[in-house]
């Protein structure tokens, strides 16, 4: 009786159906989505002005450095005829299309375009000081300058899948830090070594 009892008293009771918890209710969610979205939005449309700007600029510096190479009779390296290029060029480009996903594979096509200007043998010779010149063997500079062409190579290529693969904000965070970060790097390493090379030389010159 008692047992009969207990079981009519658990089927009276209301069936509590539980779900699982979530942080925010849909139209909070909705929202968040929606400012993240947005703000995406605007840094792009700020990258997209800024870039203009630049581009602007950028023609204006080179023509203005080519012409003071013409006055003062001074050969122009391809390389900067090539930079000027690729200004003009890529930045034309990227005003017609509007295309942020252009504006984000473009620094590929400036690193693969320098990376191919740097595999021409010695190109790194006018840009040193004399006493880097006299002491640091020049296979030694050549090598540097074809690390230099690989390494821009690879940046080309790290920056093509990223810009096809994630999204913008992870894109701007690899040329901001990864990309510039790798340069300084790499930098840092051959002054070091044309340092310590011509440490050494000189130490040998004056025993």
Known sequence: MRKARI?????????????????????????????????????????????????RGAVAAGLAQLFRLKLTRRRIEPMQWMSLGLVVVLGGAT???????????KPTIVH??????MLRRGWMLRYLPEIVLRNVPEPTIVAAGYAWAALLAALG?????????????????????????????????QYGVFRAIVRQRIAQAAM
């Not at 005003?95 to 594979?105: A, D, E, H």
């Not at 992870?170 to 990864?178: D, P």
């Open 95 to 105: 005003m017609l299309t509007q295309s942020p996903r252009f504006m984000m594979i």
């Open 7 to 55: 079981r009519k008293l658990q089927s009276d009771l209301p069936i509590i159906e539980t779900k699982p918890h979530l942080a925010d209710p849909p139209e909070d969610r909705g929202r968040h989505h929606c400012v993240f979205q947005s703000g995406e939005d605007i840094a792009k449309a700020a990258l997209q002005r800024v870039g203009r700007v630049d581009h």
């Open 157 to 189: 290529l790290a920056n093509l899948f990223i810009a096809l693969r994630f999204d913008f904000a992870t894109w701007a965070w690899f040329i901001s830090v990864g990309s510039v970060g790798a340069k300084l790097a790499a930098f840092a390493l």
């Open 112 to 117: 693969f375009a320098v990376a191919t200007v």
